[in-house]
């Protein structure tokens, strides 16, 4: 999403669209690491600058990321020597408003976190797909400390949000199988959670039965493996603020 998120603004509406600013912001960032690595100049920071990867997710936000770590130490650097390059360096360091590039991080990192959770390999996940969109959609309300591009920024990014994050009747079944999320009214509105129960119905009834006979033996259930701190941290205000529905024809327990 963030691929489409973060493309300059093609819109005629200038307050459609990703603020030039920011656009602004993002090329001198590449610039810079570019130049950095060309002088050999990276290899003397502690900690290195990193390029956008087109192929690699949040890569944009990994480079805001490391140019804003360094920002002092490149400017001790540059000042210290004489080279052209550097000129050059200190030229673009100038051009980089510290506070906007620290406020487009803010924004950026809950997806970064995000992606992290939706990409375990040893865990499912189709069941924090809502959540995750949730959560999203909050990081991106306006705050009243937000000036004029930031607030522009997370009005661009909801738009892409909801034109780019699919979630289909699958991604609400799976959501209310999840006993820390299946009450939660916030993340399972009761539209959502009538047909998600509904469907659930279906795919239980859908599942052959063995005859009695031929069942396995009941196993003893694994101990589950502790959630992990990013999960916990990311969805936690979901997992704990449950809001129970008006029980109907429609109610499930689990």
């Known amino acids: 999403m963030l691929s489409h998120g973060l493309q300059a603004n093609t819109s005629s509406d200038s307050e459609d669209g990703l603020p030039q600013e920011i656009t602004e912001l993002i090329d001198i960032c590449k610039e810079l690491v ?18 956008c990867v087109v192929t690699r997710w949040n890569s944009i936000l990994t480079t805001l990321k490391s140019v804003s770590s360094n920002l002092a130490d490149l400017q001790i650097i540059c000042i210290s020597t004489e080279d052209k390059g550097n000129r050059r360096l200190l030229r673009l360091l100038a051009d980089i408003k510290e506070s906007l590039l620290l406020e487009v991080i803010s924004v950026l990192e809950p997806f970064d976190t995000a992606t992290k959770c939706l990409s375990a390999d040893k865990a ?96 003893e259930e694994p101990v589950p493996a502790k959630r992990i701190k990013l999960e916990d941290s990311f969805y936690g205000n979901l997992f704990s603020a449950t809001a129970t529905p008006a029980s109907g024809p429609n109610e499930v327990h689990m």
């Open 34 to 51: 570019t130049l950095a690595k060309r002088t050999k100049l990276n290899s003397q920071l502690e900690t290195t600058l990193k390029q």
């Open 124 to 219: 499912p996940t189709v069941h924090l797909v809502v959540p995750t969109k949730v959560q999203l959609k909050k990081s991106l309300t306006a705050a009243a400390t937000d000036n004029a591009i930031t607030a522009q920024m997370k009005r661009h990014l909801q738009q892409q949000l909801e034109q780019y994050y699919a979630v289909g009747p699958l991604h609400y079944t799976a959501t209310l199988l999840d006993p820390r999320l299946k009450d939660n009214a916030d993340v399972l509105p009761p539209a959502q959670r009538a047909a998600a129960v509904s469907d659930l119905r279906q795919l239980v009834d859908a599942v052959p039965h063995l005859p009695i006979g031929l069942q396995e033996e009941e196993q």
